[in-house]
T-cell receptor
Framework: AQKVTQAQTEISVVEKEDVTLDCVYE???????LFWYKQPPSGELVFLIR??????QNEISGRYSWNFQKSTSSFNFTITASQVVDSAVYFC????????????FGTGTLLAVQP | DAMVIQNPRYQVTQFGKPVTLSCSQT?????MYWYQQKSSQAPKLLFH???????NEADTPDNFQSRRPNTSFCFLDIRSPGLGDAAMYLC??????????????FGQGTRLTVV
C-alpha cells in the first residue's frame, strides 16, 4: 500500500528563520515519483518540485531546497530565510502504481510565517 | 491561460438532487484525477483515469461516479448529495509516469454546498 506521512501538522516561525517540513513515504514499487505542492489561502495547489525514485540528488531553487533519502524513505523540504508569503499549507505527494499513475497526498503541514 | 478548467467555481445543490461537476484540460494529458478536499484536510483521491482506464478508490462511495468522454473532458457526478459531501472538488491532470514531467496540474476547484 502507498502512504505519505507528514507528522508536522502546524509550524509557526518568525520571518527570516529557516524551516524544514518533513515527509515520509511508503511504497513497495521500485519506480515512483515524489512531489511537493503549496496551497496558499486562495486554495489552488501549486506544484513546487518533482523527484523520481532513481534520482537522489538534492535540489536547491532559490530559498527552497529538497533532501531525498531513499534509505529513510524521506523527502524533506527546507525553506531558508522564510518570508510571510511562504505562509501556506504544504503537501507532499507520491505517485506510484505503474500503469495506473495513482497520486496520493500526505496530510499537509500548515506553515505560518510571522512578521 | 488556465490549463485545467473547472466549472462552475461554486455550486449550490439541494440535498439529494443530482449534481455534475466538470473539468476540461488543454494540456492533452492522458491522466485525469478527481479529489475531494474538506476544510483543513488533504486532498482525498476519489478516482482517476489513465486514458480510458478508470481506477476507483476502494473507499469512494457509490454515490460518486465519473465519466471521461474524451481526453479533454472529465465529469464528476454525485447522484444523491448529502450534507457530508459539501467540500472543494479538485480536478488535476498529468502525463503518465515514465514521460517527461509527470507532475499534476490542478484546476481552481469547485466548491460544493449542499442545502
Amino acid at each position: 500500500a502507498q502512504k505519505v506521512t507528514q507528522a508536522q501538522t502546524e509550524i509557526s516561525v518568525v520571518e527570516k528563520e529557516d524551516v524544514t517540513l518533513d515527509c515520509v513515504y511508503e511504497t513497495r514499487d521500485t519506480t515512483y515519483y515524489l512531489f511537493w505542492y503549496k496551497q496558499p489561502p486562495s486554495g489552488e495547489l501549486v506544484f513546487l518540485i518533482r523527484r523520481n525514485s532513481f534520482d537522489e540528488q538534492n535540489e536547491i531553487s532559490g530559498r527552497y531546497s529538497w533532501n531525498f533519502q531513499k534509505s529513510t524513505s524521506s523527502f524533506n523540504f527546507t525553506i531558508t530565510a522564510s518570508q510571510v508569503v511562504d505562509s501556506a499549507v504544504y503537501f507532499c505527494a507520491l505517485k506510484t502504481g505503474g500503469a495506473t499513475n495513482k497520486l496520493i497526498f500526505g496530510t499537509g503541514t500548515l506553515l505560518a510565517v510571522q512578521p | 491561460d488556465a490549463m485545467v478548467i473547472q466549472n462552475p467555481r461554486y455550486q449550490v445543490t439541494q440535498f439529494g438532487k443530482p449534481v455534475t461537476l466538470s473539468c476540461s484540460q488543454t494540456l492533452n494529458h492522458n491522466v485525469m484525477y478527481w479529489y475531494q478536499q474538506k476544510s483543513s484536510q488533504a486532498p482525498k483521491l476519489l478516482f482517476h483515469y489513465y486514458d480510458k482506464d478508470f481506477n476507483n478508490e476502494a473507499d469512494t462511495p457509490d454515490n460518486f461516479q465519473s465519466r471521461r468522454p474524451n481526453t479533454s473532458f472529465c465529469f464528476l457526478d454525485i447522484r444523491s448529495p448529502g450534507l457530508g459531501d459539501a467540500a472543494m472538488y479538485l480536478c488535476a491532470t498529468s502525463r503518465a509516469m515514465g514521460q517527461a514531467g509527470t507532475e499534476a496540474f490542478f484546476g481552481q476547484g469547485t466548491r460544493l454546498t449542499v442545502v
